[in-house]
């Protein structure tokens, strides 16, 4: 299991298509109606599917569609080329049609064009075009990917991503309806609501009817458990296999009080039903109206308290207000502010002061000039979102600029604006730009200038503190600091929390006006000051200075220029286990021997991460003497604050500041045999946070960050 993937809890954002400009022989698909049978064992599906196409209208992105049809008096659909068509009517008219160059268009999933003549006739006009095809749909259950579709006695998987039906080759935004037939003792689950189940003999037909717009359709079916409840009228369901039944009641208990919450929050839920729906692979999709959570994820209990709330509200925003695919995305960082970074909130303002400075940290550590991207620029496609330079910006920043937002025009505005952008915008694309108007309208200010440095431009601020010093006391009484922040081009405009500590005891918050490069404050105080700081709480997205960030594997992994050094002397199982590793730690990173760094004297400079101990590993024995007290290394074990560590099981990772450069970490990784390394060195990554990891055959035992150097955004007095 990709436990990256799993914990993203990627929501499967179909991207729907905006409607073309008016053109003639330009349709857009408004509905279907699909009658499907489905034979289990021979992996066939027989269906037709009413189409309602129409001529298209409205402005917004040139999907592929205008150019494959535009003009020609034809439509084109996407259908996998393993289904064969029977035939085309409109009406009973039989309608002419061809599949368009397979090899140009076939791809994995089984995607292939075909191309429908519309008569003359029927030109301008809204039309219903009866498709029906049949075929056979079979990945076994043990291949390597996730299919795309699947049709077998264990499981049924029918993804959009496997074209089970006809749709534009760009996307749409239609209403489903889908009738299935499958054998008695099976349960259908997609999205929308379940308007009928009838045991017709041997056979169960199930009509699920989705009568919104929305970009896809995942069907599922299996012999599941299902388990009912009503929350304010709307329907819950667990599909479980028996082995998970236990769970079913934390899921249901977990999803009312997520409706709860959400409901008040941000308005009614859009839709008369949520699910959760084990998949016998290994995934964690959000879908309008449901989630698909691999059999593992199930189990991980920060999935119920976490990724299923971030699911929920992706109906809100995501599933009912879509992304517009021209102007970046939008929902992924406002499902995380309203849940995982909410959640936080909600336990106290540590816990969400600690997410923010994660944020920040993460940006800081992940992204580069090159890297990095305006949020209205994002497109699907290219880098994956799992990767963490992406996630950084796509969740983080995004997460980072609604809490700016909130904290600019007040969290009473900020919640109205965002029940009105529920309001105006459901079942409608919506770009940045509508958020900012609405934005505009609720709190009557203009925020042009603030969505223009935030979301139609990459980058943050880096802030410094300089020249912080006290005056007096005066001759009436009374202090005064003074003192200079200032800013990297391009300039932002800010607004910055300082915090001054007096000798009383007392913290006085002020928040700063910022809108030059450099620009002086004075503070004044009763009594004599003792401490400034500025933005101590990360209210502020921007990149973190040297001294803010510890040394931990992300931000060593993040560097640019870092490098995996390998050991080559000793154990030759033990250095073949540090090799195998490497790739797993960072994609297309350089990998070099220690001797070959150690020779070259500027590789020495650079982000490390060295894998071994002193005794195989020489930028591991270079190291020695910079290393904390609290680590020391002999022969077959180690020590680590203050425990002696023997056993064979055991690995550490270490994170320090680079003696050569200070500006970059290393990190030092090593086990005391082939299965530890093994073992610990294939999850790093996910501890990435942490500056240093103890493990015992591969389960972490204790972990932990390193207290922060010098804060420079920090003044004592
Ligand atoms: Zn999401």
Request: aromatic share 12%; with cysteine.
């Amino acid at each position: 299991m990709n436990l990256g993937v799993m914990t993203a809890l990627l929501l499967l954002v179909l991207v729907p298509l905006s409607t073309c400009p008016q053109a003639e022989g330009v349709y857009e698909l408004l509905g279907h109606d699909i009658s499907l049978e489905l034979d289990l064992d021979s992996h066939d599906l027989r269906a037709t599917d009413v189409l309602s196409i129409g001529p298209a209208e409205g402005d917004g992105g040139q999907g592929k569609r205008a150019v494959e049809n535009a003009g020609k008096g034809t439509v084109v659909f996407s259908l996998n080329s393993r289904l064969r068509i029977d035939s085309v009517k409109a009406g009973h008219k039989e309608l002419e049609w061809r599949r368009l160059d397979y090899a140009k268009h076939a791809n994995r999933e089984g995607g292939g064009l075909v191309e429908i003549q519309i008569p003359p006739s029927l030109n301008g006009q809204e039309v219903s075009l009866r498709l029906s095809y049949h075929g056979e749909l079979y990945e076994p259950l043990d291949s390597a990917e996730i299919p795309a579709a699947t049709i077998m006695p264990e499981f049924v998987y029918l993804s959009p991503m496997g074209h089970w039906y006809a749709d534009l080759p760009g996307g749409s935004l239609a209403t489903f309806k889908v009738a299935t037939t499958v054998p008695s003792g099976y349960e259908v689950v997609m999205h929308g609501r379940l308007r009928e189940k009838k045991e017709e003999g041997k056979k169960t037909l199930f009509v699920w009817e989705a009568d919104y717009p929305s970009d896809s359709c995942f069907l599922v079916a299996a012999r599941y458990v299902v388990t009912h409840d009503v929350y304010d009228g709307i329907d819950i369901y667990t599909y479980f296999f028996p082995e998970e039944q236990e769970l079913s009641e934390s899921y249901i208990g977990a999803t009312k009080r997520y409706l709860k919450m959400y409901e008040e929050m941000l308005g009614p839920y859009p839709f008369s039903k949520f699910a959760i729906v084990e998949n016998l692979f290994p995934t964690g999709y959000g879908m309008p109206s449901y989630t698909l959570l691999g059999r593992d994820a199930l189990k991980l209990p920060f999935i119920v308290h976490i990724s299923l709330g971030h699911e929920v509200a992706h109906n809100w925003w995501g599933n009912s207000v879509f992304i517009h695919p021209d102007h970046g995305n939008w929902c992924e960082g406002l499902a995380t502010y309203v849940a995982d970074y909410h959640y936080k909130e909600l336990i106290n303002a540590g816990s969400a002061m600690e997410y923010r400075r994660n944020i920040l940290r993460t940006y800081s550590n992940h992204i580069t000039e090159e890297t990095d991207f305006s949020l209205e620029g994002f497109t699907e496609g290219g880098v994956p979102r799992t990767d963490k330079a992406v996630r950084s910006v796509l969740y983080g920043k995004c997460a980072m600029v609604f809490h700016m937002l909130k904290t600019l025009v007040g969290p009473e505005t900020f919640t109205k604006a965002l029940k009105n952008v529920y309001k105006d915008r459901q079942w409608k694309q919506t770009s940045w730009t509508d958020f900012r108007e609405i934005f505009e309208q609720t709190s009557g200010r203009d925020l042009d200038w603030f969505f223009k440095q935030w979301v139609f431009e990459k980058g943050a601020p880096r802030l410094e503190l300089r020249g912080a010093a006290v005056e007096g006391p005066e001759k009436g009484g009374g202090y005064k600091v003074n003192f200079e922040l200032s800013q990297d081009a391009p300039v932002y405009r800010l607004l910055v929390p300082v915090v001054l500590v007096t000798e009383d005891g007392k913290r006085h918050g002020h928040k700063l006006v910022m809108n030059s490069q450099r620009q002086s404050y004075s503070l004044s105080s009763e009594s004599r000051p003792r401490a400034l700081y500025v933005d101590p709480e990360f209210e502020v997205f921007r990149h973190l200075l040297p001294g803010e960030t510890p040394p931990t594997l992300d931000k060593v992994l993040g560097e640019e220029g870092m490098l995996i050094v390998y050991p080559t002397e000793g154990d030759s199982s033990l250095i073949r286990e540090y090799k195998a590793m490497s790739p797993g730690l960072k994609q297309h990173a350089p990998v070099k021997s220690d001797v070959e760094v150690t020779t070259n004297k500027r590789y020495l400079t650079h982000a490390l991460f060295a894998l071994g101990g002193p005794d195989n590993n020489l930028v591991v024995k270079g190291l020695l003497q910079f290393l904390p007290p609290s680590l020391k290394f002999e022969k077959d074990s180690f020590v680590f604050k203050g425990t002696k560590y023997d056993k064979e099981g055991m690995a550490l990772a270490f994170c320090l500041s680079n003696p050569r450069n200070k500006d970059h970490g290393v990190c030092i990784f090593f086990g005391l045999s082939p299965e530890a390394v093994s073992a610990a060195g294939h999850k790093l990554t996910h501890y990435g946070k942490y500056s240093y990891v103890l493990f015992d055959n591969g389960t972490s035992v204790d972990k932990g960050v390193f207290p922060e150097g010098k804060n420079p955004l920090s003044a004592v007095f």
